[in-house]
């Protein structure tokens, strides 16, 4: 396993237990205790940890926003399955708008890049992504919010407010039955609150840990999503409240055909 492949690996253990032993990590990865001490400094480091007497914890509390980092690293296999079924609902000639994340960045990754679709983000890191051989790609400008590497502000906001989309890829940091679609950030959540209100179609992106959390801002209601693809079944309560709602529900894209 390559350095890297090891760390994501160790950073998913971590926070899907709430805590590992450096005991624990070297017996389930099969590396030595110093290999597994070092990792674990450098993961530090990067913030992607928080390292504990004999092990780690995560490093976000509960209802604390994490880090593109540490988004990044997290789910991956889940993210990559979800946009791989959610790049489906792509068709010809669309305006077509990507979310800030790290789910719709794997979404990004699998959309065409032959110019059949206009594509607009607001973020930079998305753009470089989606411009491939012959895309248009457009960006909402605005003001770059370090933590999540997403565009947000008035400026961003003036682009939003003048413009419409035939689908909208979103993402999410939770959802819930009762709060319906949340995020820790205002300003996020006016610039999510803007992309719902523009799109045509929105389809949601999150991977099961988002589920039956509530964060600090609601930018939409459970209504305003036509199409969820996570990767594991939803709650029943939750799953009867998406099609009560009418949103079409693909809760099994982590499953392998």
């Given at each position: 396993?390559?350095?890297?492949?090891?760390?994501?690996?160790?950073?998913?253990?971590?926070?899907?237990?709430?805590?590992?032993?450096?005991?624990?990590?070297?017996?389930?990865?099969?590396?030595?205790?110093?290999t597994?001490?070092?990792?674990?400094?450098?993961?530090?480091?990067?913030?992607?940890i928080?390292?504990?007497?004999?092990?780690?914890?995560?490093?976000?509390?509960?209802?604390?926003?994490?880090?593109?980092?540490?988004?990044?690293?997290?789910?991956?296999?889940?993210?990559?399955?979800?946009?791989?079924?959610?790049v489906?609902?792509?068709?010809d000639a669309?305006?077509?708008?990507?979310?800030?994340?790290?789910?719709?960045?794997e979404?990004?990754?699998?959309?065409?890049?032959?110019?059949?679709?206009?594509?607009?983000?607001?973020?930079?890191?998305?753009?470089?992504?989606?411009e491939?051989?012959?895309?248009?790609?457009?960006?909402?400008?605005?003001?770059?919010?370090?933590?999540?590497?997403?565009?947000?502000?008035?400026?961003?906001?003036?682009?939003m407010?003048?413009?419409?989309?035939?689908?909208?890829?979103?993402?999410t940091?939770?959802?819930?039955?009762?709060?319906?679609?949340?995020?820790?950030?205002?300003?996020?959540?006016?610039?999510?609150?803007?992309?719902?209100?523009k799109?045509?179609?929105?389809?949601?992106?999150c991977?099961a840990?988002?589920?039956?959390?509530?964060?600090?801002v609601?930018?939409?209601?459970?209504?305003?999503?036509?199409h969820?693809?996570?990767?594991?079944?939803?709650?029943?309560?939750?799953?009867?409240?998406?099609?009560s709602?009418?949103?079409?529900?693909?809760?099994?894209?982590?499953?392998?055909?």
């Amino acid at each position: 396993m390559l350095p890297e492949a090891r760390k994501r690996k160790i950073v998913e253990l971590v926070s899907a237990h709430d805590g590992r032993s450096v005991a624990e990590l070297a017996e389930e990865l099969d590396y030595s205790k110093a290999t597994i001490r070092r990792d674990l400094r450098e993961l530090e480091d990067d913030g992607l940890i928080e390292r504990s007497h004999g092990g780690a914890l995560p490093a976000s509390s509960v209802g604390h926003e994490r880090t593109y980092g540490e988004r990044e690293v997290q789910n991956l296999d889940a993210k990559r399955a979800i946009a791989a079924r959610a790049v489906e609902e792509l068709a010809d000639a669309e305006v077509v708008f990507f979310d800030a994340g790290t789910t719709t960045m794997e979404v990004a990754k699998r959309a065409p890049t032959d110019g059949s679709l206009l594509a607009v983000t607001n973020s930079p890191r998305l753009a470089v992504e989606l411009e491939g051989d012959a895309n248009e790609v457009k960006l909402t400008g605005g003001t770059l919010r370090r933590r999540t590497r997403a565009l947000v502000g008035p400026t961003a906001e003036s682009f939003m407010e003048r413009t419409n989309f035939d689908l909208l890829f979103l993402g999410t940091n939770a959802v819930d039955v009762d709060a319906g679609l949340t995020t820790p950030n205002e300003d996020e959540a006016r610039m999510k609150e803007l992309m719902v209100e523009k799109a045509t179609r929105v389809v949601l992106v999150c991977d099961a840990s988002k589920v039956g959390k509530r964060s600090f801002v609601q930018f939409a209601d459970l209504e305003d999503v036509d199409h969820v693809v996570t990767d594991d079944p939803l709650p029943a309560d939750l799953r009867e409240a998406f099609e009560s709602a009418g949103t079409r529900v693909t809760d099994d894209a982590g499953v392998s055909s």
